[in-house]
């Protein structure tokens, strides 16, 4: 049973213009959700999280976007840059509950 | 701040046989938690240590035992060991009780053969 749920396994953009990955989950009673960026040979690292009183938090190129009613997530990178290519995770509460992850490249 | 260390980075080991791995938390923080992260696969939660006890568990069977010392470390010990234990075994330290993020070890890799 996937409570969290990335869809797209990989995503390529060009330099430059927007990267949005998308997340979904089940589990209603979710209240945090985090976003992580994984190169290879590294541990995941945090890139930017929501909790579920809030619909957008920006930090810098990186917004991530949350819609309780349709239980969904997003993740925009603009302008996207080639170092951001890696696999992105989306994560749910406490124990994180990851999604699949999603490889995006970032064209030069 | 050395952030989280664990060891060893890569392992082999065959069917049948123990293994342990070993993780040291980012200094300040008091929990442990490990994720096996299959390939292509997101880390799935195993189970995650704090003041030496097990709080939380996966789905993971009891062949998947853990331990947290005074200091905080922690091990993962996987008895009986199956080629599907092959993956990437994650360890991520964080704060009891707050809502932030976890900081992540860089993985061992375990193969069984």
Not at chain 2, 41 to 58: L, M
Request: charge should be neutral; proline fraction near 5%; glycine fraction near 8%.
């Amino acid at each position: 049973d996937q409570q969290v749920k990335q869809n797209s396994p990989s995503l390529s953009v060009q330099e430059g213009r927007i990267s949005i990955l998308n997340c979904d989950y089940t589990n209603s009673m979710f209240d945090y959700f985090l976003w992580y960026k994984k190169y290879p040979a590294e541990g995941p690292t945090f890139l930017i999280s929501i909790s579920s009183i809030k619909d957008k938090n920006e930090d810098g190129r990186f917004t991530v976007f949350l819609n309780k009613s349709a239980k969904h997530l997003s993740l925009h990178i603009v302008p996207s840059q080639p170092g951001d290519s890696a696999v992105y995770f989306c994560a749910a509460s406490a124990k994180l509950v990851f999604g699949a992850g999603t490889i995006l490249r970032v064209k030069s | 701040d050395a952030g989280v260390t664990q060891s060893p980075t890569h392992l082999i080991k065959t069917r049948g046989q123990q293994v342990t791995l070993r993780c040291s938390p980012k200094s300040g923080h008091d929990t442990v938690s490990w994720y096996q992260q299959a390939l292509g696969q997101g880390p799935q939660f195993i189970f995650q240590y704090y003041e030496e006890e097990e709080r939380q568990r996966g789905n993971f069977p009891d062949r998947f035992s853990g331990h947290q010392f005074p200091n905080y470390s922690s091990e993962l010990n996987v008895n009986a060991l199956l080629l599907g234990d092959s993956a990437l075994y994650l360890c991520a330290s964080s704060t009891v009780g707050s809502n932030t993020e976890a900081f992540f070890g860089q993985g061992t890799r375990l193969t069984v053969v």
